[in-house]
């Protein structure tokens, strides 16, 4: 055996990547000195790209196939230098391979409020959040501006600056928008495909793509929600001077029940002696008007968010129901006027007793 088949057997023949993770974007193949024997096979899967860098400089960009190393599939390696020597020898180059599929499930939200003016309101602040799904388009242009020589480049490494991408984008949308905030859960599919095109736009410069982008939520500030509710159940009530007599009624506390038990007692004795005197010898004292109790609280009815959509309101009595025939679970995103928040139907007092109906099973030996 010569020295030259003793030196090309020393090289690998074939370069190829598996990927086990979900995060991983660029690879690189890595191999000693970097020395590629001429004539190797490069396997390149579907859903990847190589990429060729030899001294330095992007040569080729392979997509899904099997290739040999050779001058008559490497058209833009064979004007580079030391590829003029019939490949004799080993060439020196590195080999980068690009995860082409998408990256899916990516969360996005705004860290601060985003400041608009709403016609109704005025100026508010509202917070959004949803999720985008990222893929790369141009693996030659993401490798120069994005990767450099980085040997394992994952999704984490870019996600924050994207996600910056489209709180600026969402921000800019939403305040020229001039959708009212009450009107904007209605038009996040619109909101959505705007955001997109505008991100589309930038992360474009560094070879990539959003195929997906969703806003699954858009909240106001809490204090905002507190006046909402109540100008609902004003509505709901109907009559101001009901209302007020509700939301009275309301603003009671636990720590008054002592009282209010005290004061009930004491007027129920007032009331007796007032009985006994109306029933002397004078006979029965003049009646005044007595004032008619406030109306009972409103029932609460809720709405459920189901596979991203919410459905409502309903009733107690129906979300009672729904729990029977099992399409109401404790583990169900729940709201209510009022509510700070979407909880699970288990974390609400009210609705936990829905699925304990039910007595348990008997103790041992009963």
Not at 9 to 18: M, P, S
Not at 150 to 165: A, K, L, P, V
Not at 257 to 274: E, F
Request: proline share 7%; hydrophobic share 40%.
């Amino acid at each position: 055996m010569g020295i030259f088949d003793f030196l090309t057997g020393e090289f690998i023949d074939v370069i190829h990547w598996t990927d086990d993770t979900r995060d991983t974007m660029v690879w690189r193949f890595e191999r000693e000195d970097h020395e590629i024997k001429y004539g190797a096979k490069l396997t390149v899967r579907e859903g990847q790209a190589a990429v060729f860098v030899h001294e330095g400089q992007l040569a080729d960009v392979f997509p899904p196939g099997l290739y040999m190393l050779e001058t008559n599939n490497m058209p833009v390696l064979t004007t580079l230098n030391h590829w003029d020597h019939g490949f004799k020898s080993p060439f020196k180059s590195e080999v980068y391979y690009v995860n082409t599929t998408r990256f899916a499930d990516l969360k996005w939200g705004t860290k601060n409020p985003i400041m608009c003016r709403d016609p109704e309101f005025g100026p508010v602040r509202i917070r959004a959040y949803g999720t985008y799904t990222v893929k790369v388009s141009n693996p030659a242009l993401f490798l120069t501006e994005i990767v450099g020589t980085d040997g394992e480049f994952t999704m984490d490494e870019i996600s924050y600056q994207i996600r910056n991408i489209i709180v600026q984008a969402f921000s800019r949308i939403v305040a020229s928008s001039g959708i009212p905030v009450l009107d904007m859960a209605a038009n996040t599919d619109g909101l959505g495909k705007l955001v997109a095109t505008e991100i589309s736009k930038v992360v474009a410069e560094y070879g990539l793509v959003i195929p997906e982008f969703y806003i699954e939520n858009i909240s106001l500030p809490e204090a905002v929600e507190a006046a909402l509710d109540k100008r609902t159940s004003m509505g709901i009530v109907g009559n101001l001077d009901n209302y007020m007599k509700f939301n009275a009624a309301e603003g009671m506390g636990a720590e008054n029940s002592a009282m209010a038990a005290s004061m009930g007692a004491g007027m129920g004795a007032g009331l007796g002696m007032s009985m006994a005197t109306q029933a002397g010898p004078w006979g029965p004292r003049p009646t005044t008007a007595v004032q008619a109790p406030p109306p009972p609280p409103v029932e609460h009815v809720w709405h459920i968010a189901v596979n991203g959509e919410t459905k409502g309101p309903f009733s107690k009595a129906e979300m009672g129901q729904m729990a029977a025939k099992g399409t109401l679970s404790r583990a169900t995103f729940v709201w209510t006027p009022g509510q700070d928040g979407w909880l699970e139907a288990d974390d609400v007092i009210e609705l936990s007793q829905l699925f304990s109906v039910a007595p348990p099973p008997p103790p041992p030996g009963a």
